[in-house]
C-alpha cells in the first residue's frame, strides 16, 4: 500500500467517476482502474462499488477513505515540515438544506483554515441529494432536519445509506416574513393569518414528494404559493411580495441583513436540525473544523 494508491482513492472518492479522476490526476483511466484494484487485492477488500449507474463506496469503503484521509493529511504535514514542500490544497464539501448558518459556519472554517490553496464545495441542494451527496462521498457532510412527519421515511435512507444522524438543534416552526409585513409586529401568528399571504417554499425536483421538503407543515394547501431554487430569490420575494416561508426561526443578520425577521408560529411542530455523514468514515480535519464552527455560529 502506498501514499499515491490512498490519494488515488480519496480523488476517484470526491469525483465520483474513474474517469474524472483520471482527469484530475493526469493519468490514465486504465492506469487508474488498475492501481485501485492492485489496492483492493492487497487489503482483501472492495473499496468502491462499481454499477452501469457509476461509482460509489462500499460500506467498508467509507471506512478505508476516512484513515486514508488521515494518513494522506500526516503525509502532507511531514512533507511540509521537514521537506519544505508546497502544502497540497484542501478538499473539503458540504451539501445542505437553505441555512444561514451553515452559510455562516463555512465562511468561519474558511477564515480560520484555508491555506493558499484550497478547493472546497457548498452546495445548498435538494433534500435527496443531500443525502446522494454524502452516501456517494460528493460532500462530506451534509444538513436536514427531520420531525415526526418525515422521520420514517429520511431515517429509512439514512440506514439503507449507511449514514448517521447527529443533533444540532431542536426549534419550534416560525415563519420569515420582511420586517415591511403587516405582521411584523406580531408576537406569533397563526395558520389562518397567513391565509392572504404568498406561501413559498423550495423546489425538490424528481424527488417533490412532501417528505421531502424543506418545510415543516408541507402537506397543507395554500391558496397562494411560489416554488423557488434559492434562497436568496425566496427573501427576494419575502420583501417584494409579503411572502413567508416555514422555517426554524434561526437568520444571519451579517448574511441577510435585517429585512427578514422570524415570528413564531402557533403549532405544535418543531424541527430537528442536524448533520449526517458515513456511519464508518472519520471526519476529516476540515470536516471536524466545520462542525465545530457549526456549533460556534448556532451558540452565538
Not at 444538513?143 to 421515511?153: D, Q, R, S, T, W
Not at 404559493?225 to 425566496?234: E, K, M
Not at 480535519?285 to 464552527?293: S, T
Amino acid at each position: 500500500m502506498t501514499l499515491q494508491q490512498l490519494r488515488y482513492v480519496i480523488e476517484v472518492a470526491t469525483r465520483g467517476s474513474m474517469n474524472e479522476a483520471a482527469k484530475r490526476l493526469f493519468i490514465s483511466q486504465p492506469s487508474l482502474s488498475s492501481a485501485i484494484k492492485e489496492l483492493e487485492e492487497q487489503i482483501g477488500l472492495s473499496i468502491f462499488e462499481r454499477t452501469n449507474k457509476g461509482i460509489s463506496l462500499t460500506k467498508d469503503g467509507a471506512e478505508f477513505l476516512g484513515y486514508a484521509r488521515q494518513v494522506i493529511e500526516q503525509a502532507e504535514l511531514l512533507e511540509s515540515r521537514y521537506l519544505n514542500a508546497k502544502p497540497a490544497p484542501q478538499h473539503f464539501s458540504v451539501s445542505t438544506q437553505h441555512y444561514a448558518f451553515a452559510v455562516n459556519a463555512f465562511v468561519k472554517l474558511v477564515a480560520e483554515h484555508g491555506h493558499d490553496e484550497y478547493e472546497l464545495a457548498l452546495r445548498e441542494t435538494k433534500t435527496h441529494e443531500i443525502i446522494q451527496d454524502v452516501k456517494t462521498q460528493r460532500s462530506e457532510i451534509g444538513i436536514l432536519y427531520v420531525n415526526e412527519f418525515n422521520a420514517k421515511v429520511i431515517n429509512r435512507l439514512l440506514k439503507n445509506a449507511n449514514l448517521t444522524f447527529t443533533s444540532l438543534f431542536k426549534a419550534r416552526a416560525h415563519i420569515f416574513i420582511s420586517v415591511k409585513n403587516p405582521l411584523a409586529q406580531h408576537a406569533s401568528v397563526t395558520l389562518e393569518q397567513l391565509q392572504d399571504y404568498p406561501y413559498l417554499y423550495f423546489e425538490q425536483g424528481e424527488y417533490n414528494s412532501f417528505h421531502f421538503s424543506e418545510e415543516i407543515l408541507s402537506t397543507l394547501s395554500h391558496r397562494k404559493s411560489i416554488c423557488v431554487n434559492d434562497r436568496a430569490t425566496l427573501f427576494n420575494l419575502l420583501i417584494g411580495l409579503n411572502g413567508y416561508t416555514i422555517s426554524t426561526g434561526v437568520l444571519s443578520a451579517d448574511l441577510n441583513g435585517n429585512e427578514i425577521i422570524p415570528i413564531p408560529l402557533e403549532s405544535d411542530e418543531s424541527i430537528h436540525v442536524g448533520w449526517i455523514a458515513h456511519r464508518n468514515a472519520a471526519l476529516s480535519k476540515l470536516g471536524a473544523a466545520y462542525i465545530e464552527a457549526l456549533h460556534e455560529t448556532l451558540s452565538l
